[in-house]
């Protein structure tokens, strides 16, 4: 069996060598290796001044932005599904537990639909706005508990996707076909100036999360035995749940609704490390921002149009599941 830390090297080091191997990947012909090569060393084969302005643009201004914006995507809401699963002691939890994809989607619509504020800024609300309400009715009667906060989340996001099915049959047919896409789940509006903004949310959060596993390794032991060390298990929780929300949040306003990976990865991560959730949590971001930059890859390169990243994620990640759950128990045990 390979230790934990050599796994989360391994990661590390093909999450490393995954970025400039995406960088060369895409429909257009301006950036090969070919073309790299002959524009670092020079020589008759070196690429006019024009040629070299659009190699940078292509390189620099669109696929690394959309690169670095799948590492985030795919490491906060694996990071996300971890810290929430833990502290839900549920191994079917992931970031949408909450109402925040719907909310987040009934947000971006709204956004879409009316022009009144921008997309990433409104996706960013609505899924706050669906977390929020579901923690605030979860809390009925001044009592707290996971299940009832959970039941709430359902309750709350089938009121967002009832308001973002009204949305979208008021929409008029060319803003529909925007909203339709963006709940797809998708990276191909990647900018630096997005991603500016969602990594600013998403990092702090993925490294207040990443200092709290052994909070983590508490919650899953059960609220009895969080309490016989002295601990609060309400706060603790929050303490896990705001961050994860935050970063979950950030990631959605980002790149629309990414179904399946925050549910998925998680597993994949402790089946690797083991479920000490101060290697796991690592493990989970390292392999959920790597394998959504190669499905990103995927997407944009397996056919003369680009397919919704959201389509790969759902359609992979049910049989990816479906292996899990025949290779090891979904408990706490695995």
Known sequence: MIPARRWLGTLAAVAALSVPLSLLIGPSTAVTPARLWAAMVGGMAAPSSDDLDVLRTVLWQVRLPRVLTALLVGAALSGAGTALQAAFRNPLVDPFV??????????????????????HAAAFLG????AGASYALGRGGGRESAVSTVLAGIMVG???????????????????????HWTMGNL??????GLRV????????????TAQGWRMNALALGDDEVRAVGLDPVRL???VLLPALLAASAAVA???VIGLYGLVVPHAGRMLVGADHRRALPASMLLGGTALLWLDNLSRSVASFELPIGVFTMSLGAPAFLVLMRRARLGWEA
Do not use: M
């Open 98 to 119: 909450l109402g925040l994809a719907p909310g987040a989607a009934f947000g971006a619509a709204l956004a879409l639909a009316t022009g009144a504020l921008p997309v």
């Open 127 to 130: 899924g706050g706005a669906a």
């Open 158 to 180: 089938g009121l967002f996707t009832a308001g973002l099915t009204v949305l979208q049959f008021l929409a008029d047919p060319f803003r529909l076909q925007t909203i339709v």
């Open 188 to 193: 191909h509006h990647a900018d630096r100036a």
């Open 198 to 209: 969602a990594a600013a949310l998403a990092v702090p959060a993925l490294a207040v999360l």
């Open 237 to 239: 929780r929050w303490s």
């Open 254 to 256: 980002l790149a629309g």
